[in-house]
């Protein structure tokens, strides 16, 4: 396992795919400083600003971290890392993680416009209560298996998540899919339905006016699977596209290779998005559950 001083590095022990990265404390102390001269403010409206913080947590690993990064997550061997706090303390807040999150991702790529949220990123709460229009917020009903982006024109290379906030939660681990794992990828990857343009809208909450057209599954340079779905957006136009979807979500969510994962908070989890699939267990019920998100999602850099 590479070895970068300040960060301690492993395989998951979930998945050999995964790679746990611990940020120490020498790191996290050096970070204060640099994360102090820009507020949040700065950082939503000036976009310059995000990797100048981005690179001063580059700097403190000698400019290591942004490679392994990188190869990690573009490798599909891997394409996954959580990256945390060894140790989380009172120096390390909400606005902290917003800054570490967004080092984090400026390291990767360039993020989309969340319109969601009006900005680079989203941060939003899961609770007790839901009123909302989809299963991201629906805290005691199974988030199956899925892609993000699956319904913006942005391209979306990867996703990144990070638990901020956690109170009275019980379940709601994190689920995960890498496609080489999943036992039939092959088959439905070969059936011809999976390969048409399907037509993916959105609920209002998402802020978008438009749909798109695409394809579940399309082809990497090697000619590997890849695919965009996620199970509330597609809007099939005939009975052969609805009984495929049907097949495809019945066969993700009965998978016997799907990854449970349970993230504590300050984690940061990063997959890439065409070959890691991600859900969400139900939590148990709980009229005080409350859990904080924040997701950032985007392209890689075009250098």
Known sequence: MKKIPGLDISLNSQSKRIIDIKIEDEILDKLIFPFNKFNITALEYKPFTRFTIAKSLDDLTSNELSKFLNSITKDRE????IISPKKINSKIDDIFLVKLSTAISHLIGTPNHDSMAGKYYARFFVKHKDDSDSYLRKAYTNMDLHTDGTYVN????WLLMTKIEEKNV???ESAMLHLDDWEHCEDL???????????WGSPKSKNINYKVEHPVFSEDKEGRAQISYIDQFPEPKNMQQGIFLQKLSDALEESKNKIIIKLPVGSVIVANNYF???????????KDLSRELLRIRGSF???
Do not use: A, M, S, Y
């Open 170 to 172: 019980e379940g709601g």
């Open 189 to 199: 990857f070969k059936d011809p339905v999976g390969k048409q343009n399907f037509t």
């Open 301 to 303: 850099f075009i250098n």
């Open 78 to 81: 891997t394409g996954c890392f």
């Open 276 to 286: 890691w699939l991600h859900g969400r267990k139900p939590f148990k019920e709980n």
């Open 154 to 157: 942005e391209k979306t290379d």
